[in-house]
């Protein structure tokens, strides 16, 4: 008899299947709304699912700015992507530092005047396998939360303002999910406040976060119903699942012709140096769904989750 876990092994590999398919599927020139003048940054783009989101956007024919925090590396795989032929430009962009994104944003002003798609892929994660530490807790919160956070904030000023709107896609992680068989969250307080969009606000998102590192300063995190593997990870990916709502709730209230459109998903188990490279999936099919949702037609979807081309419950 084949067991759930076989049978979930084969539906996931039969949609990576298709999926791979589709990516060989060329966008129509009816549903290309981009041209060569369409800029688009992603972060954290040096390695790893970012600089695969690069190379995917550049080949459909953006204009990609890779960013890193360190030059030496970004301007190195930028110039791999360069050499390939791809219109790739670089910019080093530390999404800590905010002497780092303030720069960053004025060289965008200045030479490009503007950007059409913004993708927060930049992250951190200390533990691999069954380790679960909270050692480096408050890096994760503040790069891969705040960070996130502060970046988006300060690029939604320089967003090109388009009929097809402009798009924010940030990449998460089932492990921040709040419902649902895979949801490792156990604070039904937590999932109360988290889950109900209509009150939800980014105060919320910030005093769970703080909650949860409160906890872990005073020792009390491991009765605290967060979830326990990857905890600090999984905490960090559910409040920008979180506050990807709340941002899409805000952004469309803005007039016609001014919409940002901000979704997040899930790139899968992806073999990559945050996992040690033992995901089961290539960094190739991992960005998949982050590059479909940057260039989707439709530009009415908002404030969703995906994974695999598909939406996901929160
Ligand atoms: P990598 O570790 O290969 O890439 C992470 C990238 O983020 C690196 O380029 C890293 O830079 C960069 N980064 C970290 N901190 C900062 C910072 N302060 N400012 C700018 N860049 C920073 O991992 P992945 O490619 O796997 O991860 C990409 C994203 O996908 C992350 O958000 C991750 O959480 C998410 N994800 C990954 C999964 C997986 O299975 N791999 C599963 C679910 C989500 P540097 O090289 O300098 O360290």
Redesign the pocket.
């Known amino acids: 008899m084949v067991g759930s876990k076989e049978k979930l092994k084969e539906k996931r590999d039969k949609r990576l299947q298709e999926i791979s398919l589709l990516r060989t599927i060329p966008y129509s020139d009816h549903q290309r709304w981009w041209t060569s003048e369409t800029v688009a940054v992603v972060?954290?783009?040096?390695?790893?699912?970012?600089?695969e989101m690069v190379r995917q956007l550049a080949g459909h024919g953006l204009t990609v700015i890779l960013?890193?925090?360190?030059e030496n590396?970004g301007v190195e795989a930028a110039k791999v992507l360069q050499e390939g032929g791809f219109n790739v430009d670089f910019h080093r962009?530390?999404?800590?530092?905010s002497s780092s994104i303030q720069e960053f944003c004025k060289w965008i002003k200045e030479k490009y005047g503007f950007v059409d798609v913004l993708i927060n892929?930049?992250?951190?994660?200390y533990n691999v396998g069954t380790n679960n530490s909270v050692e480096f807790s408050h890096m994760v919160i503040s790069?891969?939360y705040y960070?996130t956070k502060n970046i988006i904030k300060a690029m939604i000023p320089l967003m090109r303002l388009a009929s097809q709107g402009a798009r924010i896609v940030n990449?998460?992680?089932?492990?921040g999910r709040l419902k649902g068989r895979h949801s490792k969250l156990e604070n039904e307080a937590v999932r109360a406040k988290l889950i109900d969009v209509d009150s939800l606000t980014e105060e919320t998102v910030d005093k769970t976060a703080s909650e949860f590192l409160k906890q872990v300063e005073e020792g009390t995190w491991e009765s605290g119903g967060w979830p326990h593997s990857f905890t600090d990870?999984s905490v960090s990916?559910m409040a920008v699942n979180a506050y990807t709502r709340v941002l899409a709730k805000e952004l469309s209230e803005r007039p016609e012709g001014e919409k940002i459109n901000v979704n997040c998903f899930?790139?899968?188990?992806?073999?990559?140096?945050?996992?040690g490279y033992a995901?089961n999936i290539s960094?190739e099919d991992?960005a998949d769904t982050g590059v479909w949702l940057a260039l989707l037609p439709d530009q009415a979807i908002t404030g969703k989750f995906f994974a695999e081309r598909r939406e996901i419950n929160f």
């Open positions: 972060t954290g783009a040096n390695r790893g699912i970012g600089f960013t890193s925090r360190d590396v962009l530390d999404i800590l530092d892929n930049a992250g951190v994660n790069t891969n960070g990449v998460t992680s089932r492990l990870y990916k899930c790139p899968g188990w992806v073999k990559t140096a945050m996992t995901g960094a991992g």
